[in-house]
């Protein structure tokens, strides 16, 4: 659970005593917050010159149990600091649009699909997590917890995903989606279908064609330049959904 003192004063208060790599990584979440906001553990450990795991360490020394927790926990202070600081409205601050995108998200996904999609992983044969550009990390980003439980997920460029041929009822093929998906993309994915794969789309905006060529859509809906705040939100959602999926099928 999250610290009941402000984050900034929580690690103000540690930065003495911390480790000088954890310090570098206290500093920088300090005096950036809303970069923070944007950034992934390996970039906030590129920007630190340290190694993710101390990254992680981090913010679990500060008692959260993951970067999403502590971006929501620096979004909602940021809000708070930037009303305190306007008598009259003025430009959107990153921590409102945080926090609008990641309610937008949370009330276009549906439960039923999570945990339709928690069943399909566990059973899979084969996993893709298709992402080109900016979502190319937050595919790796997921294919790499998956791995973490186990399962045989593989982070691929949706252009360059040649293993259709191989696809079948017991795969299961993630595919992050830009804000205007192309005819091409559309058509992979409805050819996939028609392999039998199960499709799970995470787009950034909605639209019919999405709908048609998907099993499950969990919609990563943002205003900002870049869905990966998003994107974190759904990949612990589901990997929440996937521990208690495990935990019923093992029972």
Known sequence: MAPKLAVSSRIKQQLPVFPPALAKVGAHVASCPD????QSVREIAQACKVGSATVIRFYREIGFQSLLELKIALASELEAQSLLSQEQPGPVKVGDRFLRALEESRSYLRKENISRLALGLLEASRIYV???GPAQLSAQALAARLVEYDLPAFAVSTRGFEDAHHLGASCVVICYLEPEVGADVLRRLRKMRRLGAFIATIPSRMSAGID??????LPAI?????AAL????ILET??????TARRVHSD
């Not at 048609?212 to 859509?217: D, H, P, T």
């Not at 998003?230 to 939100?233: A, E, R």
């Open 35 to 38: 970069l923070v906001l944007s």
């Open 130 to 132: 298709l992402g080109d």
């Open 212 to 217: 048609k060529v998907s099993n499950v859509v």
């Open 222 to 226: 943002t205003e900002l330049p870049s």
């Open 230 to 233: 998003t994107h974190q939100f």
């Open 238 to 243: 589901l990997v929440a959904e996937l521990s």
